[in-house]
């Protein structure tokens, strides 16, 4: 079961931490969770893994996250984790970041493809 944990932060702290967040492409919830348990499977682990699966990925394949992170990883992670994944995703391909990558289009159930240039 789990439980909620409520921290009480002044204007700054609050702001910083959404900046913080934001930076990575996570909430600032899952944000602080990383920063409390760092040697548990964080965030940031979880897209370095994704980054690393994509670069060993085949060029001229399609494919969608979960194809990239591996179907029994994707179905272990929380659904916060993978919004923030494919968001995080998305936002790096369109500002150019990950190069070797381009959006293909959408499945039938509304799953972003991609295409590994």
Not at 19 to 41: C, H, R, V, W
Not at 69 to 97: E, H, M
Request: net charge positive; no cysteine; glycine share 6%.
């Amino acid at each position: 079961m789990s439980k909620n944990l409520v921290i009480v932060l002044n204007d700054e702290e609050y702001k910083e931490i959404h900046k913080l967040a934001a930076e990575k492409g996570i909430s600032a919830s899952k944000f602080a969770y990383d920063k409390l348990f760092p040697e548990e499977d964080s965030y940031e682990k979880k897209w370095n893994k994704l980054v690393e699966n994509l670069n060993s990925y085949p060029a001229g394949a399609t494919f969608d996250i979960s194809t990239i992170v591996g179907l029994d990883t994707w179905k272990t992670y929380d659904r916060g984790t993978k919004l923030a994944l494919a968001r995080t995703l998305k936002r790096k391909i369109d500002s150019g970041t990950l190069k070797n990558v381009t959006v293909a289009g959408r499945s039938s159930s509304n799953v972003t493809i991609y295409t590994k240039n």
